[in-house]
């Protein structure tokens, strides 16, 4: 049985296949061919570069943002919105795609992250500087772009503000015309009312007239009337003479009266009249105040006595609980006693026993007998407590009895010093009261007397102060006359009433004529206008009302260097391809039958990898030579770099997946890329189909990572692409590792360079 053969490493076998791959560069054209594929990427984009001009295409579907701020302004009365009549007219005929955002800052935003090419916003104050028609402050357009996004749609966003600008500019003129011609057409109405408001002034002026005829008539009159008054007020002075008649009773009254008033003066008390009762009141305050103060101690007293009454009643409480035990217990004391009796009794008898049966002469025998008249000692001391104890007992239930009876008289007792304390308390209240109360009777005692004395004086002076009766003598007769010519000029004034009354008609007929005057005054006076409204602004201003202001984000120089990106990519590409005529990516020396996959992947990329990457830097340093804006040169290159590596990985996918037809296929997909990536116009002005692969294909990802290395575009996006990159070298990768049915194998002394031989 033969052993299988030992599998080979990839290393073994990337070495097993460089022998064959080596021999290639043994022919000069091959080395020519290298050196000619390097430069042309340079060539390619050079040529491009300086080649491209500003194209023109539909725009309708170019994204932009559209932001209206404007707040509108009142301009004769009537509102107007610039800002939303603009935005209501780029609705029913947009330019381009304009996408409404809210903010100036949020579409500013979405233009430096790629998603729309240019933003426009309208102001606040857009309106009423647009309308103003100043030339120091226009109605600015602000437009944002960024020609490092595309180049054609900065161009694009720069003619769509222009012909917003003029189409406004254009609308204003014409509204002013308007403003002109209605302007006009009132100053004719004026001067039609104006017309009407003279004839209503010339007819109150005639009623005028007439009314003042009438007034003068009427002052004659009343002229006449002035006459018989004054005739009247002679009368009336005669009239006077006889009001004395009816004077002369009030002068007998007055007589009367003031003898009336001598005679009260008279009876009015003195001074010292009514000084007995101001003492007497003073004496009866005093009295009261030393009443209220002894009550107010007897009521201290009370309390004392009644506190006193209390603790008399606890002590009989007390001694009566005492006794009523001592009773209790004396009784037991006195049987205790007789069996003491009984005992001492019995014992001097054993004594008295003991003794007569002892020896005479004998100590015990005297002890005994000591004994003997001890215990009858003791025998009638106890006899004498025995009796005592019986007495203790009967004195103590009486004084238990007795103290019964005190604790009962000290309770009545204590009751009755509260009602005493308590009628105290009332009573010296009372004669607080009382002594208000007197207090009060003597201010107005001598508030009485005093007034007494004063209006005697009063009297004094009223009857100084009537008149003497020759005067009213004379005052009764002036009252008769004056009476008596009071009626002849009653009479008289009913002419004067007449005369009046054809002055109010007069004055009537004038203010009615001088009302309508008023009116017609004031109705000319509001058809006359108090100012000429003029158009305002100035001629610049209002020739030019509207301009664009624009601003730029990720600018680029010159047209070259916006298309720079877009042929750096596609040369790139060009040069990936380019390797497949002079590296056999399908053939493989016999030699080289037992390697592996992975390993022969690699070794058909180690060399075209060489010479990609060396383009990249060619670009790049042609990109330099040609004076291409590099904002970031690192990004520049490793972006370049990647995008060459990724091509080649792709143009050998196809080749290794397809066979000889994947070279056209690269091709094929260059074409498309030229179209789908949207280097040179936006996507968005392409067809359907070549925007459903903008973001699939790998072009599109070095064209908006190189705008972003380069120019500062797509903000924050340069790692997004570059993973997309990344994603698509993989997947590429991935297939080629897949893709093993396409090999050729060679002999190792015929293994070539396509570009010397059809085979590979």
């Known amino acids: 049985m033969t052993r299988p053969p030992a599998r080979l490493t990839v290393r073994t076998d990337y070495r097993a296949l460089t022998p064959a791959e080596r021999s290639l560069w043994r022919a000069p054209l091959m080395w020519a061919s290298a050196a000619l594929f390097l430069f042309i990427p340079i060539i390619y984009v050079t040529v491009y570069l300086l080649g491209v001009w500003d194209p023109a295409g539909q725009l309708p579907q170019l994204p932009a943002a559209l932001v209206n701020l404007d707040q509108g302004t009142v301009q004769r009365g009537k509102r107007v919105n610039v800002g939303h009549d603009l935005v209501t007219e780029l609705r029913r005929d947009p330019p381009v795609d304009f996408r409404r955002y809210p903010t100036q800052a949020a579409a500013e935003e979405a233009v430096r992250r790629g ?25 600015l ?32 003129g014409e509204r002013r015309w308007e403003v002109v011609q209605s302007s006009l057409k009132d100053v004719q109405q004026g001067f039609a009312d104006l017309r009407a408001a003279t004839g209503d002034l010339a007819a109150g002026a005639e009623r005028l007239s007439d009314g003042a005829e009438e007034l003068q008539s009427g002052a004659a009159t009343l002229a006449r009337g002035a006459g018989r008054l004054a005739s009247g007020s002679a009368d ?14 009030l002068t007998g009254g007055v007589g009367r009266l003031s003898g009336s008033l001598r005679q009260l003066e008279a009876a ?24 209220a103060g002894q009550l107010k101690k007897l009521a201290a007293g009370s309390g004392d ?8 009643s606890g002590g009989a409480a007390q001694v009566g609980t005492g006794s009523a035990r001592l009773a209790k217990d004396l009784p037991a004391l006195a049987g205790g006693l007789s069996e003491l009796q009984a005992g001492a009794a019995e014992l001097g008898g054993q004594s008295g026993t003991l003794r007569r049966a002892l020896p005479a002469g004998q100590p015990v025998t ?19 407590a025995g009796q005592g104890a019986q007495q203790a007992a009967t004195g103590a239930a009486a004084l238990a009895k007795g103290a019964a009876q005190v604790q009962g008289g000290a309770a009545r007792l204590q009751q009755g010093t509260q009602t005493l304390a308590q009628g105290s308390r009332a009573a010296a209240t009372g004669a607080g009261q009382l002594a208000g109360g007197a207090a009060k009777v003597q201010t107005g005692v001598t508030k009485l007397a005093d007034g007494s004395v004063k209006l005697g004086a009063a009297l004094g002076q009223i009857n100084r102060k009537v008149p003497a009766q020759a005067e009213l003598t004379k005052l009764s007769s002036g009252a008769d006359q004056l009476a008596q010519s009071a009626g002849v000029l009653a009479a008289r004034t009913g002419d004067l009433a007449a005369g009046s009354e054809k002055v109010q008609a007069g004055a009537t007929d004038l203010a009615s004529g001088a009302g309508q005057l008023a009116d017609g005054l004031a109705r000319l006076r509001r058809e006359i206008p108090a100012t000429t409204e003029d158009l305002g602004g100035d001629p610049e201003g209002l020739a030019q009302s509207v301009q664009v202001r624009t601003q730029t984000f990720a600018d680029v ?26 590296f056999p990516y399908l053939l493989l020396p016999a030699s080289g039958r037992q390697t592996s996959q992975a390993a022969r992947v690699l070794r058909k990329l180690a060399q075209p990898g060489l010479i990609v990457l060396g383009q990249a830097l060619l670009v790049v340093a042609g990109l330099h030579l040609l004076d291409v804006h590099l904002l970031s040169p690192a990004l520049v ?52 189909v070549f925007q459903a692969i903008h973001t699939v294909i790998p072009v599109t990802a070095v064209v908006n990572a190189l705008r972003a290395a380069m120019f500062g575009a797509f903000e924050g996006q340069y790692w997004v692409f570059m993973g997309h990159l990344a994603l698509v070298a993989a997947v590429s990768l991935g297939v080629a590792l897949l893709s093993r049915r396409r090999w050729v194998y060679t002999p190792d002394d015929r293994f070539r360079s396509p570009i010397l031989t059809d085979v590979g």
């Open 141 to 172: 357009l602000r437009l944002y772009r960024a020609p490092g996004l595309n180049a054609y749609a900065s161009a694009v966003a720069d003619r769509v503000a222009g012909e917003l600008a003029e189409t406004l500019n254009r609308d204003l």
């Open 366 to 384: 005297a002890g005994a007998a000591q004994l003997e008249a001890g215990a009858q000692t003791l025998a009638q001391g106890l006899t004498a």
């Open 236 to 249: 009336l002075a005669t009239g006077a003479g006889k009001l004395a008649g009816g004077v002369s009773t």
């Open 557 to 582: 120089p010159n047209n070259g260097n916006a298309f720079a990106p877009y042929f750096v990519a596609l040369a790139l590409w060009v040069g990936a391809t380019m390797t497949t005529f002079i």
């Open 115 to 139: 998603e729309v090419y240019f933003a426009l916003t309208i102001p606040a104050e857009f309106s009423r500087k647009a309308v103003g028609g100043r030339s120091s402050e226009h109605g």
């Open 305 to 312: 006595l009644a506190t006193g009454a209390r603790t008399l």
């Open 637 to 688: 290159v490793l972006t370049a770099l990647a995008a060459s590596l990724t091509f080649l990985l792709v143009v050998v996918a196809l080749n290794l997946l397809f066979g000889p037809a994947g070279r056209v296929l690269a091709l094929i997909l260059l074409i498309v890329q030229l179209a789908a990536s949207g280097g040179s116009y936006p996507v968005e002005l392409s067809g359907p």
């Open 268 to 291: 009015a008390p003195t001074s010292a009249e009514v000084a007995p009762l101001k003492e007497g009141a003073r004496a009866l305050s005093a009295g009261t105040g030393q009443l």
